[in-house]
């Protein structure tokens, strides 16, 4: 008989408990895509199983590597190759990342420590205009989960406190490069913006 009081099954049954740790939310995540067979029940399973998720300070220090020279560090915590991308994001101070879009189907943000701040834009409905009109920005306090996509429309992320913050990060499926806008006076203006990890597994990538 299982020593373990709590099997897989049983957190994907409860929807309040929590789950500890990133290997239990990664085998939490694997199981949502096998047993969920439609976009909206999956994308209601992985928003619950990120705000349930305790990261411990042990893995935030394998995975929340900080880079003073970068403006934030992207680290690679799990993936299957086909449905998800689990990252830990490490923003400094004052920084943030250029506007960008999400080719796949989902973005989850969950803060973990200090506050971001998200700001989303939409392409001005005017065919004469090429802007991108920025329509909501929203403080995420340590704990709250946000979901993006490019439904939503394209958005900035950056560290909105006077600490470093730290971000955990679900796409699904897996991406390798995005739109970037410089600015958002030029939405036709946009360049590639390839996929780079400053570290997978806690290994740092040089
Ligand atoms: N998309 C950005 C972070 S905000 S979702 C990135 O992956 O670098
Ligand atoms: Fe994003």
Redesign the pocket.
């Known amino acids: 008989m299982s020593a373990s009081p709590r099997g897989v099954e049983a957190e994907l049954d409860s929807g309040s408990a929590p789950i500890a740790g990133l290997d239990t939310l990664s085998t939490v995540i694997d199981s949502i895509f096998k047993t969920s067979d439609n976009w909206i029940d999956r994308r209601a399973a992985i928003h619950s199983a990120l705000n349930r998720t305790v990261v411990t300070p042990s893995e935030l220090s394998t995975f929340a590597l900080f880079d003073p020279r970068l403006p ?1 560090t ?1 680290n690679l915590v799990a993936t299957d190759n086909t449905h998800y991308t689990l ?1 830990i ?1 490490c923003w400094n101070v004052d920084k943030e ?1 250029p506007i ?1 879009d ?1 080719p796949c189907d989902g ?1 989850f ?1 969950k803060a973990l420590q200090g506050k971001i701040r ?1 700001s989303r834009y939409v392409k001005d409905a005017s065919p004469e205009s090429d802007q991108l009109v920025l329509f909501q920005e929203t403080i995420v306090h340590s704990g709250a989960v946000t979901y ?1 996509d490019d439904f939503v429309g394209y ?3 950056g560290c909105a406190g006077t600490e470093p913050a730290i ?1 955990l ?1 679900l ?1 699904t499926p897996p991406y390798h490069s ?1 739109k970037v806008w410089a600015s958002p006076e030029r939405f036709s203006s946009w360049s590639e ?1 390839k ?1 780079t990890f400053y570290s997978k597994h806690g290994q740092p990538m040089n």
């Open positions: 934030y992207r990252l994001l990342s960008h999400h973005c943000i998200e993006m958005h900035k992320v971000t990060h796409y995005c913006g996929v």
